[in-house]
C-alpha cells in the first residue's frame, strides 16, 4: 500500500526481530523502539511500531517453531497442499489416507513445538497445544493461512472449518505490510477445504420389512438395491452434518479459549504497565527527595560560606593588626640588639 512505501521494510525488520524474543520481552523492547524511533523523529513508523500486539501464547509458540523447525513447517504445508488436490480430485481413498497422515504429523509437530517452548521455560498447556494444533491444520487447509504461519509473525492463532473463509489479516502484525486483506462483510460463503471423516468400512443393508421378496407395488431386488444406496447416502450426509457440527463446537471453544487467555495476558500487560508506573512514581518521588535534601544542603553550604566569609574577613583585619605588631616589635628588637652591643663594646674597652 502506497502509506507503507518507506516504512514497510523497517517495519517487517523490526516485527520480525520483536516476535522473535521471549513471550515477556515483548512489551518493554517493543516500547523501546517506539521511544528510540520517536527520538528520531520517525513518529509515523513509531506509531506503526507501537500498534503491534503481543502474540497469545500458542501464536508464540507457532512463531518460534517456524524459526527453529522450518523444515517441519514447510512439511505440513505441503501435505495441506496434497489434500487440497486430493480434494478437488475427489479420491475417498487418498482423502482418509492425508487425514490419517495429517492428524499423525501435526500432532507429531505440535508435540515438537511444546518441546521447544519448555526449553525456553514457557509452559505449554492443553488448550495451547490443542491452539497450536489447530493452527498447524489450518495451515494445511488453507493458503492464506499458511503464508499467515510462515510469516512467523502471528500475534493470535487461526482456525480453518472448511466452510468459512480463514481470517488470517486479524491473527498477523503488521497486516497490511505483508499483504493481508481483511475479511468481506458480504457473509458470502466460500469453499475451502476440510477435514474428511474415516468413511463406515461396509455397505449399510436398507431397512425394509423383508430380506428378498417386495410387498405391495414393491420393485423386487432391483427397488431393494435402490432403497439401500439412498440409505448409505443419507447416512454419508447425516455422518458429514454432525462432523461439521462437532468442528463448529469445537472451534467455538477453542476461540473461547483464546479469548480468555488473551483476556488473561491483557490484564498482564496492564498489570506490568500498572507496576511499571508505579516504580516511575516511586522513582521520581525519590530523585525529588534526593533533589530537596541537596538543595536544602546548598543551602546550608551557602549560609557556611557567608559565616566563613566574614571569619574570612575579621581574620584579614587580625592578619593586618598582627602584622604591623610583628614589624614594630622587630624594630624595637633591633634597637635592643644595637643598644646591648655597644654596651657589650664599652665593656671591653674598660677592660
Do not use: C, N
Not at 149 to 172: K, N, Q, W, Y
Request: glycine share 8%; charged share 40%; hydrophobic share 40%.
Amino acid at each position: 500500500m502506497p502509506t507503507y512505501a518507506r516504512s514497510v521494510p523497517t517495519l517487517l525488520e523490526i516485527a520480525d526481530e520483536l516476535y522473535g524474543l521471549e513471550p515477556g520481552e515483548f512489551i518493554g523492547a517493543r516500547d523501546a523502539r517506539v521511544k528510540e524511533l520517536r527520538g528520531s523523529d520517525d513518529d509515523g513508523l513509531a506509531r506503526e511500531v507501537k500498534a503491534l500486539r503481543k502474540p497469545s501464547t500458542a501464536a508464540w509458540v507457532v512463531d518460534l517453531l517456524v524459526r527453529r523447525e522450518t523444515a517441519q513447517v514447510e512439511q505440513v504445508i505441503e501435505l495441506g497442499a496434497q489434500f487440497r488436490e486430493a480434494q478437488q480430485g475427489m479420491d475417498g481413498a487418498q482423502l482418509r489416507e492425508l487425514t490419517r497422515q495429517r492428524r499423525k504429523l501435526t500432532a507429531a509437530v505440535t508435540a515438537r513445538a511444546r518441546e521447544l517452548a519448555e526449553e525456553h521455560d514457557v509452559a505449554v498447556s492443553d488448550a495451547v497445544a490443542a491452539q497450536v494444533e489447530a493452527t498447524l491444520t489450518a495451515a494445511m487447509i488453507d493458503p492464506e493461512a499458511a503464508r499467515a504461519v510462515r510469516s512467523g509473525l502471528l500475534v493470535g492463532t487461526l482456525e480453518a472449518t472448511g466452510f468459512s473463509p480463514v481470517d488470517a489479516a486479524s491473527a498477523v502484525a503488521a497486516p497490511d505490510a505483508l499483504g493481508f486483506e481483511p475479511l468481506p462483510d458480504d457473509d458470502a460463503p466460500r469453499r475451502h477445504l476440510r477435514a474428511v471423516p474415516d468413511l463406515p468400512g461396509g455397505g449399510a443393508r436398507s431397512r425394509g420389512t423383508g430380506s428378498g421378496t417386495g410387498s405391495g407395488t414393491g420393485s423386487g431386488p432391483g427397488g431393494t438395491k435402490d432403497a439401500g444406496k439412498e440409505s448409505r447416502a443419507e447416512r454419508r450426509e447425516r455422518e458429514a452434518r454432525e462432523a461439521a457440527e462437532r468442528e463448529a463446537r469445537e472451534a467455538a471453544a477453542r476461540a473461547l479459549e483464546e479469548a480468555r487467555e488473551d483476556l488473561a495476558e491483557f490484564e498482564e500487560d496492564v498489570a506490568v504497565a500498572e507496576s511499571e508506573r508505579d516504580e516511575a512514581e516511586a522513582e521520581v518521588a525519590r530523585i525529588e527527595d534526593e533533589a530537596s535534601a541537596v538543595e536544602d544542603e546548598r543551602e546550608e553550604l551557602r549560609r557556611r560560606l557567608a559565616e566563613l566569609d566574614d571569619r574570612a574577613r575579621h581574620l584579614e583585619a587580625d592578619l593586618r593588626g598582627a602584622i604591623k605588631v610583628r614589624k614594630r616589635t622587630e624594630r624595637t628588637l633591633a634597637d635592643a640588639t644595637r643598644r646591648r652591643d655597644d654596651a657589650a663594646d664599652r665593656v671591653r674597652e674598660l677592660e
